[in-house]
């Protein structure tokens, strides 16, 4: 099982956009494509919490917060996933972490953590 890589994170105004990506490295095709992939996010001084999900089946959750400005995609043939980021606002400034859990041994994996930082 291979370590998460994200990139993407930044500094925004209020209103602006922004792209993270993650892959995980030496993860095969079929892998990629059975795990359950999400984005987390974590304030300071808050507890960490699910922002968006997509399972091996396509469905997708978002956090109410979320709903209507941030969309969660999959990539197969890149191996990528993306959270893709719009009207941001400064509630959104955290640590941002890529997720994903293995369906062969349900084993959980998390990258690093990237910053956002939304000022108003």
């Known amino acids: 099982q291979g370590q998460l890589v994200e990139s993407g994170g930044g500094s925004v105004q209020a209103g602006g956009s922004l792209r993270l990506s993650c892959t995980q490295s030496?993860?095969?095709?079929?892998?990629?494509?059975?795990?359950?992939w999400a984005w987390y996010r974590q304030a300071p001084g808050k507890q960490r919490e699910l922002v968006a999900s997509?399972?091996?089946?396509?469905?997708?959750h978002y956090a109410d917060s979320v709903k209507g400005r941030f969309a969660i995609s999959r990539d197969g043939s890149r191996k990528m996933v993306y959270l893709h980021m719009n009207s941001l606002l400064p509630e959104d400034t955290a640590a941002y972490y890529c997720?994903?859990?293995?369906?062969?041994?349900?084993?959980?994996?998390w990258g690093q953590g990237t910053q956002v930082t939304v000022s108003s």
């Open positions: 030496r993860i095969i095709t079929s892998t990629f494509n059975g795990n359950t």
């Open positions: 997509v399972d091996s089946t396509g469905k997708i």
């Open positions: 997720y994903t859990r293995m369906y062969y041994n349900n084993a959980e994996i």
